[in-house]
């Protein structure tokens, strides 16, 4: 038909006219790639004959295809190829010759091993983008190694500071450090993109695990410089200010985000009880950080009668900082969920969580469900 873009991977959103090669798995190398997708740039996702790992990560499996992978791939065609043979490699280097982006997430000397390392490709391709998602980067005491999600949260210090005062660390219950990776090897991609438009010359943009999982220690990282101690775990609550905290009331638990003395103030008041604010253990931030068990002590008396989800729409009502503890189901299907649009259904057989990222002019699209 006249007028329609004749690739259905092309949108017309902020990158109309970028071209990305995706070669990556999992997870990191797949977000970006979607990221970049949702926003109008034509993806093609070639996999490896055997096809993506995360196409078995389940259940739960809608035709053979895991949600995982679902949940990773919109907004991008799909092609199966064997880099590992010559003619593989031929088709590969003829569609980069049309290509902007190269997102791949190889094991280190695999590409290089394949003659589609960086320096091969960027001189024959010198405007290429060239994006590697890798556990630990190339070399250093554990380069070169393979890196998931949750071991690198282990080794870069998250799990120290996630889990219960008496308890034993935690994993953070999704896959931040791999979801943080994708984000950053997006924002490489869209500042090497800018590079090219003033020099035109690409270039090679990397975004490791580790440090990326290094990058979410705010304010743990922060706090061990300036004063040396060493984090602990702390539960829900911060570890700088306080209350910053889960408490528990007659029907659900409420999560408090009180980041000031004046919000201090008006939560007291709401809850009948003003001169807590007034307390010399309490009036100041810093105070009430040092005197927290006690202060807790008392907010869970104050609260032990409240309706929680009433008592959080109220202190939001009034600039207190506070929300239910909702369930998954609860987050997706409540309606601010559905006005500000972050729920995205493609045909009769994807549903997904939209793009976060807000543009007014060229708003996210989203054109084709995962390749199948």
């Known amino acids: 038909m006249a007028g329609l873009n004749p690739n259905p991977a092309a949108g017309n959103g902020a990158l109309t006219g970028i071209r990305v090669i995706d070669l990556s798995r999992i997870l990191g190398g797949p977000y970006c790639g979607q990221i970049l997708g949702d926003h109008g740039a034509d993806v093609l996702k070639i996999e490896p004959p055997q096809g993506d790992d995360t196409r078995t990560w389940g259940p739960p499996f809608r035709d053979g295809v895991a949600s995982y992978y679902m949940g990773l791939n919109r907004n991008k065609l799909g092609m199966r190829l064997d880099?590992?043979?010559?003619?593989?490699?031929?088709?590969?280097?003829?569609?980069?010759?049309?290509?902007?982006?190269?997102?791949?997430?190889?094991?280190?000397?695999?590409?290089?091993?394949?003659?589609?390392?960086?320096?091969?490709?960027?001189?024959?391709?010198?405007?290429l983008v060239h994006c590697r998602v890798s556990g630990?980067?190339?070399?250093?005491?554990?380069?070169?190694?393979?890196?998931?999600?949750?071991?690198?949260?282990?080794?870069?210090?998250?799990?120290?500071?996630?889990?219960?005062?008496?308890?034993?660390?935690?994993?953070?219950?999704?896959?931040?450090?791999d979801?943080?990776?994708?984000?950053?090897?997006?924002?490489?991609?869209?500042?090497?993109?800018?590079?090219?438009?003033?020099?035109?010359k690409g270039?090679?943009?990397?975004?490791?695990?580790?440090?990326?999982?290094?990058?979410?220690?705010?304010?743990?990282?922060?706090?061990?410089?300036?004063?040396?101690?060493?984090?602990?775990?702390?539960?829900?609550?911060?570890?700088?200010?306080?209350?910053?905290d889960?408490?528990?009331?007659?029907?659900?638990?409420?999560?408090?985000?009180?980041?000031n003395d004046r919000q201090f103030g008006?939560?007291?008041?709401?809850?009948?009880?003003?001169?807590?604010a007034q307390d010399e253990s309490y009036a100041r931030a810093g105070d009430r950080s040092r005197n927290r068990a006690a202060l807790r002590e008392r907010l869970i008396a104050l609260l032990a009668d409240q309706d929680g989800p009433a008592l959080a729409q109220a202190l939001m009502d009034i600039g207190v900082p506070a929300a239910p503890v909702q369930?998954?189901?609860?987050?997706?299907?409540?309606?601010?969920?559905?006005?500000?649009?972050?729920?995205?259904?493609?045909?009769?057989?994807?549903?997904?969580?939209?793009?976060?990222?807000?543009?007014?002019?060229?708003?996210?699209?989203?054109?084709?469900?995962p390749p199948l």
């Open 266 to 276: 008006l939560l007291c008041r709401h809850l009948g009880d003003a001169a807590l």
């Open 179 to 200: 979801l943080v990776t994708g984000l950053n090897a997006a924002l490489g991609v869209l500042l090497a993109l800018q590079d090219r438009a003033r020099t035109g």
């Open 136 to 177: 630990f980067g190339a070399d250093g005491p554990l380069g070169g190694l393979a890196g998931y999600d949750a071991a690198v949260q282990a080794m870069a210090g998250i799990m120290s500071v996630n889990g219960e005062a008496d308890g034993e660390p935690l994993r953070v219950g999704l896959p931040v450090v």
């Open 83 to 127: 880099l590992a043979s010559d003619e593989g490699r031929e088709v590969l280097l003829a569609l980069l010759e049309g290509a902007d982006v190269l997102v791949e997430n190889f094991k280190t000397g695999t590409m290089e091993k394949w003659g589609l390392g960086y320096e091969q490709l960027s001189a024959r391709f010198p405007r």
């Open 203 to 244: 270039q090679f943009v990397e975004a490791s695990l580790y440090d990326c999982g290094l990058s979410l220690l705010h304010p743990h990282a922060a706090n061990w410089f300036m004063d040396g101690r060493e984090p602990r775990l702390t539960g829900n609550a911060h570890p700088n200010i306080y209350p910053y």
């Open 327 to 369: 369930s998954v189901s609860a987050a997706l299907k409540h309606p601010h969920t559905d006005h500000r649009d972050m729920v995205v259904s493609i045909g009769d057989g994807y549903t997904g969580v939209a793009s976060p990222i807000k543009l007014s002019r060229t708003p996210a699209t989203y054109r084709l469900p």
């Open 246 to 259: 889960a408490f528990p009331t007659r029907t659900a638990p409420v999560f408090l985000a009180v980041g």
